[in-house]
C-alpha cells in the first residue's frame, strides 16, 4: 500500500504516518528527516537544505525530488510506504506518479490531515525535538517522560528552528500557497481521503484505520 499524508506543518501527519507504519509494516519516509540527518552529518544536501528550512521556505523540486526517488527505489519499499512532507508542491506530485506509472503502480490513498491554521500555531510551539535520534515529543499531547530530556537516547530537547513562532507562520503561508494545491490534485484522481485533525491523536488513527481498512 502506498499512502501520501498531506497537511499543514504541525498537523500531526508525521505521528499518523509513524502508527501507520507500524501498523502496516512499511516504510515511513519523511524528506524533513531525511535533510535532518544529512544536516547533521553535515553532508553538501544537508547544508544546501538548511538554508531553505531555516526560512521556512522549501527545498528547491530538483534536490528533494531526486532524495525521494531514490529512497522509494530501495527494497524495503516494494511492498508499500507512507510519505510524510512529499509531495509538497504539484511538479513533485507529478514526478512521483509519473515515476510510479512507468512501473505500472501508483498512489492508492491521499490522507489529508486537516487542521485550522489557529490550532497549528498553538501546537507547533509545545514541539520540541531530538536532535541526536530524531524523535519528536509535544509539552501537552506528548510529553517526555522527563522534561527536556529524549526518552530514547536521553540527549536534550529543543524547540526547532523551523519550529520557531515567526518560522510557523512564515511555513503555513507556504503551505497554503505551494502544497494545499494538491488537495485539489489528489481529490480529482479520486483517491483523497481527510480527516478531522483536531480530534486527539488516537481518534485520528481509528479515522485513518476504516479509511486504510483493518
Ligand atoms: P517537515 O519535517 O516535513 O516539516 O520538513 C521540514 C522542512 O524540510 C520543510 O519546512 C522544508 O523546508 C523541507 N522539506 C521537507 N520535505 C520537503 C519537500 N517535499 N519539498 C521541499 N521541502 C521540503
Not at 159 to 166: A, C, M, N, T
Amino acid at each position: 500500500m502506498k499512502i501520501i499524508m498531506l497537511g499543514a506543518p504541525g498537523a500531526g501527519k508525521g505521528t499518523q504516518a509513524k502508527r501507520i507504519a507500524e501498523k502496516w509494516q512499511i516504510p515511513h519516509i519523511s524528506t524533513g528527516d531525511i535533510f535532518r540527518a544529512n544536516i547533521k552529518n553535515g553532508t553538501e544536501l544537508g547544508k544546501e537544505a538548511k538554508q531553505y528550512m531555516d526560512q521556512g521556505l522549501l527545498v528547491p523540486d530538483e534536490l528533494t525530488v531526486k532524495i525521494l526517488l531514490d529512497r522509494v527505489a530501495q527494497k524495503d519499499c516494494e511492498n508499500g510506504y507512507v510519505l510524510d512532507g512529499f509531495p509538497r508542491t504539484i511538479p513533485q506530485a507529478e514526478v512521483l506518479d509519473k515515476e510510479l506509472a512507468k512501473l505500472e503502480d501508483a498512489i492508492d490513498f491521499a490522507i489529508n490531515v486537516d487542521v485550522p491554521d489557529e490550532n497549528i500555531v498553538n501546537r507547533m510551539g509545545g514541539r520540541r525535538a531530538c536532535l541526536s535520534c530524531g524523535a519528536t515529543y509535544h509539552v501537552q499531547f506528548a510529553a517526555p517522560s522527563k522534561e527536556g530530556i529524549c526518552d530514547k537516547c536521553q540527549s536534550e530537547l529543543v524547540l526547532r528552528e523551523d519550529d520557531q513562532p515567526e518560522t510557523v507562520k512564515k511555513r503555513l503561508g507556504v503551505y497554503h500557497e505551494q502544497t494545499q494545491p494538491l488537495i485539489e490534485y489528489y481529490t480529482k484522481k479520486g483517491i483523497l481521503k481527510s480527516v478531522d485533525g483536531t480530534q486527539d491523536m488516537e481518534e485520528v488513527f481509528l479515522s485513518i484505520v476504516k479509511i486504510l481498512g483493518e
